[in-house]
């Protein structure tokens, strides 16, 4: 893999081409980027809601009504859809759950790294909780960091993705249920390939990022 190559390749897709589909090969890695994905403290903060269904993405779609109607083709035709859900609180149950996991796959050469691990999960939280008072704004950020390494992934796949703010969280928290589950709604990426007519295809109009000159300061 060419990583400049991946990098000019990949844009936010406007236009999907509803007649091509993701294999189920492909999803399985797609997937794949999805749990492996790094985070602080390996918090794992986040929950999937994949649509691949036409019902599937109809539901997905109710998050695109009203103002946000400009976005519903990017759902509905796109061949996948994945909802970013972020934890909207994190305690020691869930530390010791995250431990508990790490410990039956092998983390763990002993119980006082294992019963360490937890202390190190629980003052970071703490901080976040307590000191900084951000502890959601955090758990969000580790999904971020997930939807960053998602779209690079899908883009060495050659599955084009489009990640979308501009959707209606609520709404897709009342559909999906998230809130009672622990959960709310970040962001919307839809996934599979773009079509000929997509005048935001690198094909048609090159893409422009700031000079190096502005961005890096090497030393």
């Not at 999803?27 to 986040?46: E, F, G, I, T, Y």
């Not at 996948?80 to 431990?99: G, P, S």
Request: aromatic share 10%.
């Amino acid at each position: 893999m060419n990583l400049k190559e991946v990098l000019n390749w990949r844009y936010t897709t406007k236009e999907f081409d509803p007649t091509k589909k993701i294999t189920k090969e492909d999803m399985d890695q797609v997937k794949s980027l999805l749990r492996m994905s790094a985070s602080s403290v390996n918090l794992q903060p986040w929950h999937f809601i994949i649509a691949e269904t036409e019902e599937g993405k109809a539901r997905m779609a109710k998050g695109t009504q009203g103002f946000f109607h400009f976005n519903e083709p990017k759902v509905t035709n796109a061949s996948a859809v994945v909802l970013f859900c972020a934890k909207t609180d994190a305690d020691e149950d869930y530390y010791k759950h995250i431990a508990d996991v790490d410990d039956k796959n092998g983390r763990f050469p002993n119980e006082d790294i294992k019963n360490g691990f937890i202390g190190a999960v629980k003052t970071f939280a703490d901080i976040h909780k307590y000191d900084l008072k951000d502890l959601n704004h955090w758990m969000e950020k580790q999904v971020y960091l997930n939807i960053g390494s998602f779209l690079l992934g899908v883009a060495s796949l050659g599955i084009d993705a489009t990640p979308m703010e501009g959707i209606d969280i609520k709404a897709l928290d009342e559909e999906f249920g998230l809130r009672e589950k622990g959960f709310t709604a970040l962001v919307a990426v839809s996934i599979g390939y773009r079509a000929e007519s997509d005048f935001n295809s690198t094909d048609k109009t090159p893409k422009s990022r700031l000079p190096e000159s502005e961005i890096f300061t090497e030393i």
